[in-house]
């Protein structure tokens, strides 16, 4: 369902588990995942979303493979996917529509210290990344730790062209190859 202004409704939403495979180098935080995603039970469902396009340039995969297949992906480049919240109340799919004082982070410090190779963290836009810092410390983190926001690549996120964007997300195959 779109979310036009008769569509928009309150509701609690609830984080994936994370994609992630042992040999994990670098992991890609988004916020929290929108209707789209919720309704398919898939990361980055929305069809404007350009988060599968952008991986499957960087990676040499179709976005159109089934959605196993695009994690396979990616976790075979050793690219983990998360998102910094558990839960939240939030009107619609917007980031800036999550009521703050109802986000409940996920046990990012715990992930971490179970996948001891994941050196880079990537923010899906700035919402991940103001959430990230709202929950956590740094000192909770290996200080090796690398932090980086890339821009969004929700529709909603619409001023910047997928090449811009392509751009600066050459950094994940970077860091993810290293």
């Known amino acids: 369902m779109a979310d036009s202004p008769s569509a928009i409704s309150l509701h609690n939403a609830f984080s994936f588990p994370p994609l992630v495979a042992p040999s994990a180098r670098v992991l890609v935080l988004g916020s929290m995942p929108g209707i789209a995603s919720l309704n398919a039970s898939q990361y980055y469902a929305h069809p404007r ?15 159109g ?15 983990a996917v998360w998102d910094v919240l558990q839960s939240c109340v939030r009107h619609g799919s917007l980031d800036s529509a999550i009521e703050r004082n109802t986000s409940v982070p996920n046990d990012l410090p715990g992930f971490l ?66």
């Open 65 to 79: 493979l089934p959605y196993t297949k695009r994690i396979q992906q990616l976790q075979a480049r050793h690219v």
């Open 113 to 178: 210290s179970e996948h001891v190779h994941i050196h880079h963290i990537f923010f899906n836009g700035s919402k991940a990344e103001e959430c990230f810092r709202r929950h956590f410390a740094l000192k909770q983190f290996p200080a090796a730790l690398q932090l980086t926001r890339l821009p969004s690549t929700s529709p909603a996120h619409a001023g910047m062209s997928i090449a811009t964007k392509l751009a600066a997300w050459r950094t994940v195959a970077i860091a993810a190859s290293e």
């Open 49 to 63: 979303n350009a988060f599968w396009p952008i991986m499957g340039e960087l990676f040499g995969f179709s976005a």
